[in-house]
């Protein structure tokens, strides 16, 4: 019966279904980003310290963009902590 009343076609159409199908592809491009700078870090400078980590999964995706296009400028792991140091706080719906 509620496959019935809730078609493929109406659940598509439905306003909550496509909120959260955005929010669902939102999430997993950040964490493909989030996942992609890790790597990079890791292969340029070592193991990534925890807190850095967990600093690193704050930010929104687009200022996990802007890092990797930033992180190809590093040098050396303390190019990282001042970049983060001088970034602005995400916003509060990432």
Do not use: C, H, W
Not at 69 to 74: C, G, V
């Amino acid at each position: 019966m509620i496959t019935q009343l809730f078609s493929e076609e109406i659940m598509q159409e439905s306003v909550i279904y496509q909120d959260i199908l955005q929010k669902g592809e939102e999430r997993g491009k950040k964490q493909e980003a989030l996942e992609l700078i890790l790597r990079q870090l890791a292969r340029r400078f070592g193991a990534v310290e925890p807190e850095t980590q967990q600093q690193l999964r704050t930010l929104a995706t687009t200022q996990l963009e802007d890092l990797a296009e930033a992180l190809l400028d590093f040098t050396r792991p303390s190019d990282l902590v001042n970049y983060l140091a001088n970034i602005s706080p995400p916003p509060a719906n990432s």
